[in-house]
């Protein structure tokens, strides 16, 4: 009998492998994603079953609402769009250079949102600035609040910000917090959650895991958006989490983590409005957008004449699928003497990679910055495999010594500016749900150059002739953390 019931278990472990592989080679187009997945079933064929489904499949669990997700969009979208032409605040082929045209005309295209000028932009570099900036506006808000994180850890300045939320929900702002559920467990379980739940400020954990679909999503999608909207007329987006990066993570030996963070009003506040409200629709069904603070926002500009150009490009449940990547691959094309890159995590895709060597190839001045050490182990290794390629390429590689660099930013000929929440890696680019900003602004792209600029100062060249010279054993170690980067 155990004979028995062990052969029908082995058969029936081949068969639901067999099933995997199939579904593997016909999801997975790219032959090295295949290889890796049939490696990791070969070798632990009972872990790597459960190992794929959570890691392998697709976030399931919202692919019946993809229809209503997408004619959700499309009225968000619109609404914004007839708004923008009424109030006559787009302008339409604004540029006499015809390449940089067609960087932001993508991007509309692909997500039925229009860039917008008129804006103000004002770049923080110092988390205590910034979070003294955010109190000051948040004490002045008066109908609503809306914020959305990948981390909060209470602490420091956090909770100085965290007071000022409770108060303007105690004289009647109405306060929306959406924040991932894995990445934000910390405020989940501390005493600030339900301070703010009293009060009446709402909270929901986003792409949250539960028994019930632990088996049939891919738990490992995160909500990677960080942002800060007041009153729906000032928006504050970057790379930062709600965390005081004094206190945290103070103990590593990484250090202070390096942040940047736009503070913006204008019309392209109400763009990153519908954004936010979209994302909350989709978790909770609920419509919370305000068409009267939309409104109001392009009244009060629509006889400003501030001449700069912003696009924002936004992912999550397959709207707008692989713009992120498009926008980057075009813009790096676009570039014609200088391309600066700053980013933590350094897994390109194939032809991202292809697109910034072939930069440098053809005479841009090549630029990517990156922190010395990095937070996690997988990434510290197999970012190492891309830099004999980039290097060979002329690409100069320069490692940050004090801190941590988180900023997520990039500058196209000192003209267009890149920034927000997408790392150069596989799970910024395909899976995790982002937001970025293409800016077109002098004074804007000066500050962010000087910041950029100063990052190097403060880096370690990597040298193309050391580099190949290192030991064996580290390139044995980046090969091997390189098979996972479709996972990393």
Known sequence: MINILNLILLYSNIILLIFIIIRIFIKYKDIKSYILWYLILYVFPKIGIIFYFI????????????????KIWFRYSELLKKLQIYYKLYIKNIYVNKKIETLFQLCENKQNLLSMTNNSIKLFNSSFKLFTSLINDIQSAKYSIHIVF???????????FSESIIIAAKRGVKCYIMLDFIGSKNFFYSSWYHLMLRVGVFIIKSLNITIFNFFYSRIDLRQHKKIILIDNRIVYVGSMNMVDSTNFKKNTKIGKWIDLMIRITGPIVNTISIIYSYDWEIETGQNILSINQLKNNLVKYQNKNNINRIQVIFSGLKLSKKIIHNSLITAIFLAKKSLIITTPYLIPSKNLLSAICIASERGVDVKIIIPKYNDSIFIYWASKFFFYKLLKSGVNIYQLKTGFLHTKSIIIDKKISFIGTVNLDIRSIYLNFEINLIIDDIIFNKSLLYIQNKYI????????????KRPYWQKIIEKLFFLFKFIL
């Not at 890691?55 to 609402?65: A, L, M, P, V």
């Not at 100062?457 to 190949?468: A, D, P, R, V």
């Open 55 to 70: 890691f392998g499949e697709i976030y399931s669990k919202t692919q019946y609402k993809s229809k209503q997700a997408k």
């Open 457 to 468: 100062l403060k880096s370690q060249k990597l040298e193309y002739n050391l580099w190949i």
């Open 150 to 160: 990948y981390i909060w850890i209470p602490g420091g300045l956090v909770n100085k």
